[in-house]
């Protein structure tokens, strides 16, 4: 098995071309020494025309002798013969320079000769003469590179995989480089955010904040209570809805006390008076009703409401709830006030929008971290079956198993 590393592959393997294939790839040299020779006495006969062209033309033919001149002499200096090393696509691109000279040749010609071609009527032949040569030694070396230097060819062109072997190198050493940087960024900002909730942990310990929680929990254990005793909703809003219709007909009915109510009735409970008097007459009203069965309620659900109503009036506990819901509204106002004036408050809002940034950051560049991942185990992988495939076509023209060792600069 042959070892060799990348960087060092191209180098070797057209050691091997020219070894192996050494006959055919030095054929060429030949027809390229001739078609030197040829295009150096093309120049030379160009340098015969303007000698003669001074002797013989006038001024305004001179001039065009002049431009058809330098016009060949510029794509003959143009064109690149190989001289050390040699393969398909230098020879091609010179066979097609070739073309290109007779395709200027024959324009300028055809737009330039009939002003002074009967005075260099000998130099025309000599650049025709030259010409033929040059055309048959082209058709020679283009005849021998179709027919006789395919397989050389076909192996010259293996070497066209190999910068798609460097990218993905270079691929896969730019994404492991972002992904480092990825790493060591998702470490700092979870870093951070380990911080950050402890320190809102360690906050949220002060006192303060426990007894406005604590506060906050009864409120809402009260308000619960307060919700369970009111809970004839139902047959509030049978009783608004047929109030609106106006098929049932209630004095002194305050239907805009009756909307608020069913929208926020802890609300509307607290800004009344202690003894209640809005609610009372709204629930003697509708007991009223449900008594005289005007809303066409269930029996059960009318038999509860009733049963609701006259609890609170028994028991007195609606007036006592809502005077501790109001207590305890004070309280938790005086304890904010308490945060607020210690800055508390302000520091635990700047702590919880840095913690909701720093989320934000952490799930950007987590997303940024698994996308480059991606991006680099595709690469990897491509690498892997580019290579391997790169390595059997080689080995079926060296005849010899090859491995290409791929080293990363990370």
């Given at each position: 098995?042959?070892?060799?590393?990348?960087?060092?592959?191209?180098?070797?393997?057209?050691?091997?071309?020219?070894?192996?294939?050494?006959?055919?790839?030095?054929?060429?040299?030949?027809?390229?020494?001739?078609?030197?020779?040829?295009?150096?006495?093309?120049?030379?006969?160009?340098?015969?025309?303007?000698?003669?062209?001074?002797?013989?033309?006038?001024?305004?033919?001179?001039?065009?002798?002049?431009?058809?001149?330098?016009?060949?002499?510029?794509?003959?200096?143009?064109?690149?013969?190989?001289?050390?090393?040699?393969?398909?696509?230098?020879?091609?691109?010179?066979?097609?320079?070739?073309?290109?000279?007779?395709?200027?040749?024959?324009?300028?010609?055809?737009?330039?000769?009939?002003?002074?071609?009967?005075?260099?009527?000998?130099?025309?032949?000599?650049?025709?003469?030259?010409?033929?040569?040059?055309?048959?030694?082209?058709?020679?070396?283009?005849?021998?590179?179709?027919?006789?230097?395919?397989?050389?060819?076909?192996?010259?062109?293996?070497?066209?995989?190999?910068?798609?072997?460097?990218?993905?190198?270079?691929?896969?050493?730019?994404?492991?480089?972002?992904?480092?940087e990825f790493e060591n960024e998702l470490d700092e900002?979870?870093?951070?955010?380990?911080?950050?909730?402890?320190?809102?942990?360690?906050?949220?310990?002060?006192?303060?904040?426990?007894?406005?929680?604590?506060?906050?929990?009864?409120?809402?254990?009260?308000?619960?209570?307060?919700?369970?005793?009111?809970?004839?909703?139902?047959?509030?809003?049978?009783?608004?809805?047929?109030?609106?219709?106006?098929?049932?007909?209630?004095?002194?009915?305050?239907?805009?006390?009756?909307?608020?109510?069913?929208?926020?009735?802890?609300?509307?409970?607290?800004?009344?008076?202690?003894?209640?008097?809005?609610?009372?007459?709204?629930?003697?009203?509708?007991?009223?009703?449900?008594?005289?069965?005007?809303?066409?309620?269930?029996?059960?659900?009318?038999?509860?409401?009733?049963?609701?109503?006259?609890?609170?009036?028994?028991?007195?506990?609606?007036?006592?709830?809502?005077?501790?819901?109001?207590?305890?509204?004070?309280?938790?106002?005086?304890?904010?006030?308490?945060?607020?004036?210690?800055?508390?408050?302000?520091?635990?809002?700047?702590?919880?929008?840095?913690?909701?940034?720093?989320?934000?950051?952490?799930?950007?560049?987590?997303?940024?971290?698994?996308?480059?991942?991606?991006?680099?185990?595709?690469?990897?992988?491509?690498?892997?079956?580019?290579?391997?495939?790169?390595?059997?076509?080689?080995?079926?023209?060296?005849?010899?198993?090859?491995?290409?060792?791929?080293?990363?600069?990370?």
């Amino acid at each position: 098995m042959i070892e060799k590393d990348l960087d060092e592959f191209e180098v070797f393997y057209k050691e091997q071309l020219n070894s192996q294939f050494s006959k055919i790839k030095k054929f060429p040299n030949k027809f390229l020494q001739d078609i030197r020779e040829n295009l150096i006495q093309i120049k030379v006969c160009l340098d015969h025309f303007i000698e003669t062209g001074k002797e013989k033309i006038d001024q305004k033919a001179q001039k065009s002798l002049n431009f058809f001149s330098g016009r060949i002499r510029k794509e003959i200096d143009e064109i690149q013969i190989p001289e050390e090393e040699i393969n398909y696509d230098n020879i091609s691109d010179l066979l097609n320079s070739i073309k290109k000279l007779f395709t200027s040749i024959n324009e300028i010609a055809r737009k330039s000769f009939p002003k002074f071609h009967k005075e260099v009527q000998s130099e025309i032949k000599e650049l025709e003469y030259l010409t033929r040569k040059l055309g048959k030694k082209q058709a020679q070396l283009n005849e021998f590179m179709r027919k006789k230097y395919t397989t050389v060819r076909d192996a010259e062109y293996l070497l066209k995989k190999l910068p798609k072997l460097f990218t993905l190198k270079e691929n896969i050493e730019h994404a492991k480089v972002d992904l480092e940087e990825f790493e060591n960024e998702l470490d700092e900002r979870k870093t951070k955010q380990e911080e950050l909730n402890s320190e809102l942990i360690n906050l949220e310990q002060n006192e303060l904040f426990k007894d406005l929680e604590a506060e906050k929990e009864k409120l809402f254990q009260l308000q619960m209570s307060i919700n369970d005793e009111i809970g004839f909703k139902k047959a509030l809003k049978k009783f608004k809805f047929e109030l609106e219709k106006e098929t049932i007909h209630v004095l002194n009915i305050d239907m805009n006390y009756l909307r608020d109510f069913l929208k926020n009735p802890i609300k509307m409970l607290s800004n009344e008076r202690k003894d209640l008097p809005k609610i009372t007459s709204l629930m003697v009203q509708l007991r009223h009703v449900l008594e005289e069965n005007k809303l066409n309620l269930k029996s059960e659900t009318k038999q509860k409401t009733i049963e609701q109503i006259n609890a609170i009036f028994d028991e007195k506990l609606l007036q006592t709830n809502i005077e501790n819901y109001l207590q305890l509204k004070g309280v938790i106002k005086g304890i904010e006030k308490k945060i607020e004036e210690e800055g508390l408050a302000q520091k635990l809002d700047d702590l919880k929008n840095q913690i909701s940034s720093n989320t934000i950051k952490l799930e950007h560049i987590d997303a940024d971290y698994n996308r480059k991942n991606k991006d680099y185990t595709r690469y990897l992988s491509t690498l892997k079956s580019e290579r391997e495939e790169f390595q059997k076509l080689i080995e079926e023209i060296l005849k010899e198993e090859i491995k290409i060792n791929i080293t990363f600069t990370l």
